[in-house]
């Protein structure tokens, strides 16, 4: 069964960068579309982006010019970076993989979510 | 890419059967047959109920079930059980590799 676990630090200053990996256990991160989606405090949930195994990469427009994703396939890990910060990034971030390799959606396997706070 | 408009709140009686719907537009809801459905409890990774309009995962309880007309997807619980209560989200592909969330919609079991 397909785990993901995503780590990094809970605590970012405003302006600084926000990063985050998310490590795939269970199988490999081979073929698929690897996702970051974030849910702020009392707000729905928002697709920020995903990598495909290849490297090649497509992010939310709203999000575009301040987020990277990549991918690690030799630690089977892909990470997020959010540069310039504000406190309307505040959220719990979710990595996730959709249920078919090849296939965008739907997600069927999820991280369990970490907080990031941006705060000063 | 603007968020999929979904009530913010429904609420049903045990027993009973709630509809959520979840619409979009033309660009997204409307051109394709990836909508799914996601189950929020507090503190658990979400849960995917149905995808592709109206397909259930496997060990999905079949009180769950989905549909689309026109813009518009729907989600229906039959057979209301107070562990159903939690937040739904709608999700659809929105066309150039883009994925759209609703905005949510928390149902209470009374």
């Known amino acids: 069964q397909v785990q993901l676990q995503e780590s990094g630090p809970g605590l970012v200053k405003p302006s600084e960068t926000l990063s985050l990996t998310c490590t795939v256990s269970?199988?490999?991160?081979?073929?698929?579309?690897w996702s970051w989606i974030r849910q702020p405090p009392g707000k729905g949930l928002e697709w920020i982006g995903y990598?495909?195994?290849?490297?090649?990469?497509n992010y939310n427009p709203s999000l575009k010019s301040r987020v990277t994703i990549s991918v690690d396939t030799s630690k089977n890990q892909f990470s997020l970076k959010l540069r310039s910060v504000t406190a309307a990034d505040t959220a719990v971030y979710y990595c996730?993989?959709?249920?078919?390799?090849?296939?965008?959606?739907?997600?069927?396997?999820w991280g369990q979510g970490t907080l990031v706070t941006v705060s000063s | 890419q603007s968020a999929l408009t979904q009530p913010a709140s429904v609420s049903g009686s045990p027993g009973q059967s709630i509809t959520i719907s979840c619409t979009g537009t033309s660009s997204d809801v409307g051109s394709y047959n990836l909508v799914s459905w996601y189950q929020l409890h507090p503190g658990k990774a979400p849960k995917l109920m149905i995808y592709e309009v109206s397909t259930r995962p496997s060990g999905v309880s079949n009180r769950f079930s989905g549909s689309k007309s026109g813009n518009t997807a729907s989600l229906t619980i039959s057979g209301l059980q107070a562990e159903d209560e939690a937040d739904y989200y709608c999700c659809s592909y929105a066309g150039s590799s883009i994925v759209v969330f609703g905005g949510g919609t928390k149902l209470t079991v009374l």
């Open positions: 269970g199988g490999s991160i081979s073929y698929y579309y």
């Open positions: 996730a993989r959709p249920r078919d390799h090849g296939d965008y959606v739907p997600f069927d396997f």
């Open positions: 990598v495909y195994y290849s490297g090649n990469t």
